[in-house]
């Protein structure tokens, strides 16, 4: 038992040395004055948004672009909510904006809208955000530098929480911030396995090469993560990271602990579908990690372990997760988020393994439909 806790704590250490290593890689990002050559759709498919809407709209008429250089189209799927009045209301700010209704398909929902919505697409390049989220006023700005100057076919964007004073959203917010910093640190090693859909662009040429989200469309996310994978198989020297907190996307964490095991649970599920050997590999380290100290702690309440091997397992994780998550709460100016790490840190095991075993025994619901395991 001893030399398991020193070999699964020597893989874990190791594994985070390489994701700060990768993450030191990375060239610092710098938004420059280019021409605004490149032409963006926005692709938002939505579903009982118009709580969020308004606050995702209003971000999008901020933006410093030329509105005759991009489009945002709205997918409605199947909403009913009063989402209308809405996007009518910003019809003269906006007038780019379009909305179109989704189409009964087998595909899974979400992948089906962005498949309808990129079809629409006017543009060649799609960037792609959630109606639960704001942007900011740099975004395609940046978008459009990083294509003129790394001529990338495949841009993975950053995505944080809004922050808010409850213990649940700062838990969110570090876990959230572990997930940008191996984002960050498996694209500086050249080996990128995360993205997200909140924050993504590609040619949508790219798309089509790829056969879009045809090899996965049953499962009901991923859109992102399988379309990343793809993308650096066929062209691994045009897949980029746009790792500038002018581009960083803000979205919602959840209300309550039901809906954040939802989420997560729907997050795991996928992941038995993946073919990147090293994601397998990156889960596999940290799942058996939270797994053993899950272990040890109810040994040791138990009686039947050294208490004293738990506290040095946790102080070894404590100690190397901090090397990454303090510099990466900085980068994204979200410091007051590092209050609540240690209570975080001795809680999120628990998280963690209960997540993994949904995902791979039990069905979901997202979005008030039913999915299957």
Same mark, same amino acid.
């Given at each position: 038992m001893i030399v398991a806790i020193?070999?699964?704590?020597?893989l874990y250490v190791t594994l985070l040395l390489f994701l700060i290593k990768g993450i030191g890689k990375l060239k610092p990002f710098v =938004?420059?004055?280019l021409p605004n050559k490149t032409r963006f759709s926005v692709i938002v498919p939505f579903r009982d948004e118009a709580n969020n809407l308004e606050n995702l709209l209003q971000s999008f008429c901020q933006l410093d672009y030329p509105e005759t250089q991009f489009e945002i189209i =709205?997918? +409605?799927d199947f909403s009913s909510d009063n989402y209308k009045p809405i996007i009518a209301k910003f019809k003269s700010s906006l007038p +780019? =904006? /379009?909305c179109i209704e989704a189409v009964e398909s087998?595909?899974?929902p979400k992948k089906a809208a962005l498949t309808l919505g990129i079809s629409k697409a006017k543009f060649d390049w799609i960037l792609t955000t959630d109606a639960d989220c704001s942007v900011p006023k740099n975004w395609l700005k940046a978008y459009n530098q990083k294509i003129i100057n790394d001529a990338a076919l495949f841009i993975a964007g950053l995505v944080k929480f809004k922050p808010s004073k409850s213990f649940l959203n700062r838990f969110q917010c570090l876990d959230l911030l572990s997930l940008q910093a191996t984002l960050l640190g498996t694209f500086g090693?050249?080996? #990128?396995m995360l993205c997200h859909g909140a924050n993504l662009c590609y040619a949508k040429s790219l798309f089509y090469e790829l056969n879009g989200f045809k090899n996965h469309q049953n499962i009901a996310s991923g859109d992102d993560v399988f379309l990343l994978e793809a993308a650096f198989k066929k062209y691994p020297k045009k897949v980029s990271v746009l790792n500038s907190l002018e581009a960083v996307v803000t979205t919602n964490s959840e209300p309550n602990l039901k809906a954040l095991l939802s989420q997560r649970t729907r997050w795991a599920a996928k992941a038995t579908a993946y073919k990147n050997n090293n994601i397998k590999v990156v889960g596999l380290v940290v799942f058996t990690t939270n797994l053993l100290l899950l272990s040890l702690t109810i040994l040791s309440v138990l009686g039947l372990f050294n208490v004293n091997y738990i506290l040095l397992t946790f102080l070894i994780k404590f100690n190397i997760d901090a090397l990454i998550?303090? #510099?990466?709460? /900085?980068f994204f100016k979200q410091e007051s988020v590092l209050k609540s790490y240690v209570l975080s840190g001795l809680l999120y095991p628990l998280f963690s393994v209960t997540s993994v075993f949904l995902g791979f025994t039990k069905g979901y619901t997202w979005k008030e439909r039913k999915f299957k395991k």
């Open positions: 020193f070999f699964i704590s020597f =938004l420059e004055s =709205l997918v +409605n +780019n =904006l /379009r087998d595909m899974a090693l050249k080996k #990128p998550l303090y #510099p990466t709460a /900085r």
